[in-house]
């Protein structure tokens, strides 16, 4: 069945697009389904290889913590450590051949993957995204590798002796980069692509949802027309499996949205403290700002793609209440209360509480106030 604005675009004799159906079944995808849990053996291998690489990589981290008789320990090197421990075993032990099975599911029961406009939503977002992701992801690459040889040839000191040794440990730490830095780079980028993914398939439900009751919206209004009751109920049946959609992709986002917020507030102190109470070489300050500038912009990225569904939802109930004004029917007015009868769609924070714009606003007042109060840290 075409879609309204594909029949006026063959009414125009305009030459349309060709959109696949849409699919989250991406290289990204099938390389992590390769190594999930519901893998077999060699995907499993495979699994704990990469964990050995990735310990091997940044257990550097913890060569700063001092077993002296004063325990001193850099709490961002140990939190990355950590970092890099869990969310790699929940990621494995979530996203697995059962929820992407699921997903589809829900997906396939929206029936709406004939529409021309849902897949047009879909991919030119999926295309954007993409670009954003592989223009941050090769920039933070770049850079890391150009500040990895500066520190092997130019991180010298005024002692010949201090200067060989940091030398051959700097050519240690940078082999090790060279050797499975790619391969790191590559699994996390798959991450941040599945992320991104599975949030613009909420937001395609989401937003096919928004445009049918505005579309209903402007019959109304402009025609003068009677509401139509099984128009009605197809729109909420539909945004019911929507909200259902939505709570199953939740099961894998809440945790990441809360891993990449505390990550974020421990690199911004960790840049705060570092420019105002420590004397590090020029360089090295930059490669810091460098690097959380662009998980700044990722952070904000990505948050604001997970906040668009809520937005969404709200604008969805806000047209569902103007539907109501306009007719009398007990029977439609009865139709349209039970959309109020549904949960707000959206994805939470770590399964705690809904991501709003207030609640992130919230989140962005502790953030600060941290910062702010690193003085107090240091004294």
Known sequence: MPSINMQQCFARNEKLKHYPKVSIDSIPS??????SSTSNIFGKC???????????????????????????VKIRGLTHFLKDNWLPIIFYLRYNHNLMRQIDDHWNRLQIDYDYETRKYFWTRKAFNRWILNVLVILSFIISYCYGFYKMYYYTDGDKLTSELNFKQNSISITIVWLFGSIL?????CKLCIYIDLVILAQTAVQFNLIKLKKLLNESTKDGKSLNINDIQNIRHKYLLSCRLVDKIDEIISLDLLFKFTDFVIN??????????????RWDKCNKIIHHTIGLIYTVFYTHATLKIHDQSLESLAIVYKL??????????????????????????GGMFMLTTSSLSTLFSM???????????VS
Do not use: W
Request: glycine residues 2%; charged residues 10%; aromatic residues 20%.
């Open 46 to 72: 495979l699994f704990v290889f990469i964990m050995l690489i990735m310990n091997f990589v940044h257990c550097r981290h913890l060569l700063h913590i001092s077993l002296d008789s004063v325990f001193t």
């Open 268 to 281: 911004s102190f960790d840049l705060s403290y570092t420019l105002l109470y420590t004397e590090q070489n």
């Open 30 to 35: 099938k390389f992590q389904l390769m190594i």
């Open 185 to 189: 780079y590559f699994v996390h980028f």
């Open 367 to 377: 953030l600060v106030t941290i910062v702010f109060a690193s003085p107090s840290f």
């Open 324 to 349: 109501s004004l306009k007719t009398n029917s007990i029977r439609l007015l009865n139709e349209i209360s039970l959309f109020f009868n549904h949960n707000e769609i959206g994805f939470t924070f």
